[in-house]
């Protein structure tokens, strides 16, 4: 088994189809083809599921998958980790951010690191908290910047970057809108507008209403905190949110209340890093810059 076709391999994982993963590898299809065939046959078992519209990971791809993406990072790091002796920073750096995470601007960050290091290939993927962690620990991620995550989820490194507190955004007609702080007690029954279940807001605004024992309706889901913004600014419905979010010029003309009760809500952003001894020069390196250029 050989680098090469565990790179061919996830590939053809990532993209579902051979011919895009043959011109993402700038290799023939063929050559791919066979090249996955040999991997196939050395492991004597599919590892994919072909039709003539799609191709699927099988059991077995699956469990490959995984470990193949290890590997991968691993020789990654390795040929990174030599690099870095000989006084040069190459290779490519993969960074993982959830949305609008308080704490730090990825895009000041990663332009920061690029002025230090332009020599290195820089990737970005923008994920919910849940699809983050799974990949700093199977390597996929080098690092990333994630919120709302607890000791139970990942007993890995994490870096606490900022704390807030969440309050209650609405829009100016509301009858919250005249109120300093609401209860808990007066949510119930409200419509709300939130972002998919694994967003670090909606975690955290999840905790909260299942620690009060308050039952609520998200109504309307959003994948950008500006259509949030946007649907309570057109009284679609509420949203709880981390206070930030109501310091956005988008925010403007609606309205903040704080929650009213034992439990206040809490917006937590972290840093979640490998194990040291995995932890690659590029990830070291823009670690460096956390608290510098970086920071909001």
Request: charged share 25%; glycine share 8%.
């Amino acid at each position: 088994m050989e680098l090469r076709q565990l790179e061919h391999f996830v590939a053809v994982a990532e993209e579902q189809h051979f011919t895009r993963a043959a011109e993402r590898l700038a290799v023939s299809q063929s050559g791919l083809s066979a090249s996955v065939r040999a991997l196939e046959q050395e492991l004597r078992t599919p590892l994919f599921s072909r039709t003539t519209r799609s191709v699927r990971l099988t059991e077995a791809g699956r469990a490959l998958l995984v470990e193949a993406e290890r590997t991968l990072a691993g020789a990654r790091a390795a040929k990174d980790a030599v690099d870095a002796v000989r006084g040069l920073l190459r290779g490519t750096l993969t960074v993982g951010v959830e949305q609008c995470v308080a704490g730090v601007s990825p895009a000041q960050l990663l332009a920061a690191f690029h002025r230090a290091h332009p020599h290195m290939e820089l990737r970005l993927r923008q994920e919910g908290t849940s699809s983050l962690l799974d990949g700093v620990a199977g390597g996929r991620l080098d690092i990333a910047f994630a919120a709302t995550v607890s000791a139970l989820e990942w007993r890995g490194r994490l870096m606490p970057l900022a704390r807030e507190p969440m309050v209650v955004l609405c829009a100016p007609g509301h009858r919250f809108a005249r109120e300093s702080s609401v209860a808990w007690t007066d949510l119930a029954g409200e419509s709300f507008i939130d972002f998919h279940p694994d967003w670090g807001p909606r975690r955290a605004a999840d905790e909260a209403f299942a620690a009060v024992g308050v039952r609520r309706t998200v109504a309307l889901e959003v994948s950008d905190v500006h259509s949030l913004l946007e649907l309570v600014h057109e009284k679609l419905g509420i949203a709880v949110v981390p206070q930030h979010f109501a310091r956005k010029p988008e925010a403007g003309r609606l309205v903040a209340v704080e929650p009213r009760g034992p439990h206040r809500p809490v917006y937590e952003s972290v840093v979640v890093l490998p194990p040291a001894l995995a932890m690659s020069p590029g990830a070291r390196a823009l670690m460096s810059l956390v608290g510098t250029d970086g920071r909001c």
